[in-house]
């Protein structure tokens, strides 16, 4: 448990880092498409709770997870069976904070590579961010992107060579947001289930 806890938290100390690149393909311009994005992009404030498992070519790990977002505020806590082992990380976008029981961490997370030369770890995360609410993340690559014709939502995104794929939605206070993907790269593969949204429009 200790080791999984480990892992999950190297991954998602990852979810602050910014990438930068030109759009390669261009969105749908979709008058529903358009709006359903635009209704997304203005939330700011939410919380989700659910379940993540993560494989990678050495390991396989699973935990619980509630991720709170206040615009550019990230507090990730994560934890196993009963609780042992709970994690939380906080971030502002410049500094992460991980806590575990009495260990206290924190990195400079201000220059683009800083978690990777510190963890290894190259997923990511924070296009997380927009990949939860059913988005791409803006100012990265996009190879490929479908969106339902008939309920304007996000289905399938190819974006810095990750497969995005949005395999469940629900209805939340008016939001229409996933509740079960899965994002995969090689022989990474993270699948998201939501129980439980909760937002706070701002």
Request: aromatic residues 6%.
């Amino acid at each position: 448990m200790v080791a999984t806890l480990r892992t999950l938290t190297l991954g998602f100390s990852l979810a602050l880092m910014i990438g930068c690149a030109g759009l390669s393909e261009r969105e749908p311009a979709s008058a529903g498409w358009q709006q359903h994005r635009a209704q997304l992009a203005a939330l700011q404030h939410w919380s989700a709770n659910g379940k993540l498992a993560l494989r990678t070519a050495d390991s396989s790990e699973s935990a619980s997870i509630t991720w709170r977002q206040a615009e550019q505020n990230t507090q990730l806590q994560l934890s196993g069976p009963l609780g042992i082992g709970a994690t939380t990380i906080d971030s502002d976008g410049e500094t992460l904070h991980i806590r575990k029981g009495d260990e206290h961490t924190t990195l400079d997370i201000s220059t683009p590579d800083a978690i990777v030369l510190n963890t290894g770890w190259d997923l990511p995360l924070s296009a997380l961010i927009y990949w939860l609410k059913g988005l791409p993340a803006p100012d990265r690559d996009i190879q490929r992107i479908d969106v339902n014709t008939e309920t304007e939502l996000l289905q399938q995104l190819q974006q810095d060579d990750w497969e995005i794929d949005f395999q469940k939605y629900g209805e939340f206070q008016g939001y229409v947001l996933p509740t079960r993907l899965q994002i995969q790269r090689g022989t990474t593969r993270l699948k998201l289930v939501i129980s439980r949204w909760q937002v706070a429009p701002r």
